[in-house]
């Protein structure tokens, strides 16, 4: 069977309308077409998704028109799991384009990226063969992903700010992902490599590999905002989330997946997977905000807007507003802090619903303080015990940077 060619808008609209009030149908979390780089060694293995446009919770008739361009090219859609994953089949390119003609003509630049997807679709098929390198999925649930072609799209909705970060389950994300080396936007197979190194060396092939991971970086996906400015492509991993005006500089600056800023920020230390920044922060140069895994319990990190972090230092506790971390000083959740009655009684003026008794001299551990707006952290260098008073300056980025 086929889907007739509609002629009107009004037509397709009661045509998506007739496929949503379907028995079973249920609209996707998420949905894209793909283009996939397979193994050169073992071409059953997917090394990377590529998606020109990602759809999360939104452009629900184009889904509906996907889903039933896939059942008149006899796929069956399973509602019930949390991901489906198709081939794309000429059938289902003519089916689809069928549906969209009233939007054909108006598919460029911000219009219609679907029906944009759709037709070069159809260019490359006028050219050539279709292969077996475009997919298109479907994601009904946000469980743990279940392929490659999954894990993709939810680094793609992460870094493109269409998914909140920590919003969304990457559960096993690192075992379906596979170690390649990377030149460019190419991974290949390690297996390969070590198979061909010597016919690729001698006849000057041998790719100038930039890194071997299983994340490429998040500029080989994805274009950032005109005032983001990154100097150096392997400080952002794919999955990071850039807020316009952050500035990500060379040396020990770092942002991993499922991590990154809210706001203009000046990254030139270590933001750690699940570690969020507030808009107006500086990270210092070399200074590590911990991740999941490294230090904070498995409690994520988030940082305040107008916090200073100092060259060098370490923070493994949430911090609010208006803090600063002093250089090459480690604020992590068991670390003792001294404040005096009359710092604490300052910072408590910033802290109105914290509930805390006030002594001559406050012992707390950093734990207890997480989150806490107003604090300047620093080291008696006499008897190198850690204080903490009332921050007295303001932290201001250089606006002609962001």
Known sequence: MAIKKIESKDEFK?????I????DYKRPLAFGICRIDRGQKNREKVLQAIYPFVNWNENFGSAAVFIEALRESGENIDFTSSEQLFDITDAFIINAISAFNPYLDEAKGDAHKN???LKELAKIVECEDLD???RILFLFKD????CVESVYIKLYALSLGKAELRSVNLNGAFGILHNVAWFGNEPFELDWLRENEIELKLNGAYPEIESVDKFPRYLQHIIPADNTRILDSAKVRMGAQLHPGTTVMPGASYINFNAGTTGAVMVEGRISSSAIVGSGSDV???ASILGVLSGTNGNPVSIGENVLLGANSVTGIPLGDGCIVDAGIAILEGTKVAISRAELEKIKEVNPFWDVNIEDENIFKGVELAGKNGIHFRQNSMTGQIMAMRSRREVKL???LH
């Open 14 to 18: 009661s045509f998506v309308e007739k």
């Open 284 to 286: 210092g140069g070399g």
């Open 132 to 134: 077996d390198s475009f």
């Open 143 to 146: 469980d743990a992903p279940q």
């Open 115 to 117: 029906v944009q997807v």
């Open 20 to 23: 949503e009030k379907g028995r």
């Open 398 to 400: 250089n606006v002609e």
